[in-house]
């Protein structure tokens, strides 16, 4: 079954749990940013999941390194899964495989800088995984002529679980879904909305309709 995963790239504790609170009905997994948890700390994950014991709780490390130290930190601290930056070290990510195992929990390749995202998702998803991060960066999507479609076409020849970030609204979330993902993340097209929990219900409808 899909799931509906909403990336929270807001600045402190008190407005990311204010934004979880109106769109936790709708999504499956809560995603706590980088700039997130480089503002906040490990607080901001137990305190994510302590208001959302239900729902999986993303941390957004991107760990280029000490891959079963840093792993092992987010899952102490109540995150049920974590970012290794694909672009690293096979070791750094078996070293974080190796912690999810021992607390139960899983980890996320993110494909960022990854030049072939394709041949990478495949090749990490055999070091055990819980799915790979098809991700198009906020700097990579301001460029001009970006288009999701190409995260959407890789999604289909990927084979392996994946999921798609780099843009994710409601007016593709129907393509995205249809590609075969595991996971959809919307993040701008939730946060940056007027009305969040609207937009976070509408994706969600969307999405379960595709």
Known sequence: MAKLQVAIDLLTTKDALALAGKVAPYVDIIELGTPLIKSEGLAVITAMKQAHP???????????DTGELEADMAFKAGADLVTILGAVDNATIIGAV????????????DTIGVTDRVKRAQ?????????VELHAGLDEQAQTGYSIQVLIDEATRA???????????????????QAGVAVAVAGGAIYG?????????????AFDAA
């Open 54 to 64: 239900d729902k999986l709780v993303f941390a957004d490390f991107k760990t280029a």
């Open 159 to 177: 084979g392996v679980p994946v999921s798609i970030a780099g843009g994710v609204n409601l007016s593709n979330i129907a393509a995205v879904k």
């Open 123 to 131: 090749e990490v998803s055999a070091l055990g995984v819980e799915f």
């Open 193 to 205: 909305a007027a009305d969040p929990a609207a937009a976070a219900k509408e994706l969600r409808e």
């Open 98 to 109: 190796k912690a999810a195992k021992a607390h139960n929990k899983g980890v996320v390749v």
